[in-house]
């Protein structure tokens, strides 16, 4: 299916440089018909794929076409012949709670790889937050590869609910899949939000975005509230490698930074910060503190 796939996609590329607007259009329509179930499948896969990466994809062909949207409008008309009613069956079922349907859903797309390409764009677009932020954290396990872009593509999304189910799904697939996410980070640090910019400072510090520790530390002086300076100057710490500061922090105690402290020990996971966090969950002087620790801790155990 992968080299299938590959000579499709190239095939799409061919035409994107060939044609325009309706004219492209048709042509995908005739490579369409060409095709048997399984190339069907796969350009359906493809069309997802471009759309999701559209902007990349467009400086591929040299920015042919000058409105963003025509991959995915291309994808939507195609759509009208394919659609079936799976994306609102799995709507309906994720707004009742019904956790067996949407699973007996999933079952049937994880074998029919093309249609949930289509279901899961559609989802990706509903007009309920709640469906969109439900896609993240399934989207790689049934698309592969394709659910990557598309989670990359919400976290774009208008609702900071689903972009933050987004950016915590990229983390979740690891180093690789979230390293994309470094420049939208970056600009969320100057949201008029507090919650998302202590988010964003945690996300870059997760992937070892060096080039933002002047900001941060910029951030740790001026920002608004005490617990962003906490967190800014944490953060800084672990860009920097700096286990032996957090671990300083953790034992002496330092009450407003200890919840930031025990994050960054635990991001940093070696022999020294998580021995000062057993230490702090154990024995800190107030319960807050050893709370904060014990959760972190907490965390790492669910993480192995």
Known sequence: ???????????????????????FVTAVRDLADELDDEGKAALQQVLL????????????????????????????KL?????????DTIAAALKAGEDDEVERELSTLRREPGRAALVFDELSRHESPRVRAWVP?????????????????LTRDRDPAV???????????????????????????????????IA????????????????????????DTETEKSVARAAVLVLNDDEASVAEGLRRHAHDDVPALAVAARMLGTDLTIGALREAASSAPDEECRAACAAELDQIRDET
Do not use: C
């Open 1 to 23: 299916m992968i080299a299938v796939r590959d000579e499709i996609g190239a095939r799409v590329d061919a035409l994107a440089l060939a044609h325009e607007g309706d004219d």
């Open 49 to 76: 794929e471009r759309a999701a990466d559209e902007e990349d994809f467009q400086k591929a062909v040299r920015q042919r076409f000058a409105e963003k949207g025509w991959t995915r409008r291309t994808l939507a």
């Open 79 to 87: 759509e009208r012949r394919w659609r079936d009613d799976r994306s």
């Open 137 to 153: 954290a399934v989207a790689e396990d049934v698309l592969g590869d394709g659910g990557r872009r598309l989670i990359l593509s």
């Open 163 to 197: 972009r933050d189910a987004a950016v915590e799904a990229l983390f979740e697939l690891g180093p690789e899949a979230a390293a994309p996410l470094a420049p939208d980070l970056r600009r969320r640090l100057q949201s008029s939000e507090p919650r998302e910019r």
């Open 200 to 223: 964003a400072t945690w996300g870059l510090a997760a992937l070892g975005d060096t080039s933002s520790v002047r900001v941060l530390a910029q951030r740790a002086e001026t920002a």
